[in-house]
Nanobody, 120 residues
Framework: QVQLVESGGGLVQPGGSLRLSCAAS????????MGWYRQAPGKQRELVAS???????NYADSVKGRFTISEDNAKNTMYLQMNSLKPEDTAVYYC??????????????WGQGTQVTVSS
């Protein structure tokens, strides 16, 4: 069994910052890739940022230069540092880890989602 627990969402004013965390636990052999998605009301879920086990990162054009994805392998934890937040960043943010379990199965596991609201 694998669990992902997110934290760090909340209400912030435009121009402010937040840091999201996603901690994985359970029957983990390796974490092969990680990412953050978001879904705003009435819109499709979209990829915000991703990072591979080798450290390669990818960002949506809308967040480049403002968001930074990182990981702490020792803690099986991923972060999303969000700076210069805009009202259009308002969404539920979900983390996803592609994990190989101790039984050898590779599967994407999702966090429960955390609300980020950018408003004055």
């Amino acid at each position: 069994q694998v669990q992902l627990v997110e934290s760090g969402g909340g209400l912030v004013q435009p121009g402010g910052s937040l840091r999201l965390s996603c901690a994985a636990s359970g029957s983990i052999f390796s974490i092969n890739a990680m990412g953050w998605y978001r879904q705003a009301p009435g819109k499709q879920r979209e990829l915000v940022a991703s990072i591979t086990s080798g450290g390669s990162t990818n960002y949506a054009d809308s967040v480049k230069g403002r968001f930074t994805i990182s990981e702490d392998n020792a803690k099986n934890t991923m972060y999303l540092q969000m700076n210069s937040l805009k009202p259009e960043d308002t969404a539920v943010y979900y983390c996803v880890d592609v994990i190989t379990t101790n039984r050898g199965y590779e599967y994407p596991y999702w966090g429960q989602g955390t609300q980020v609201t950018v408003s004055s």
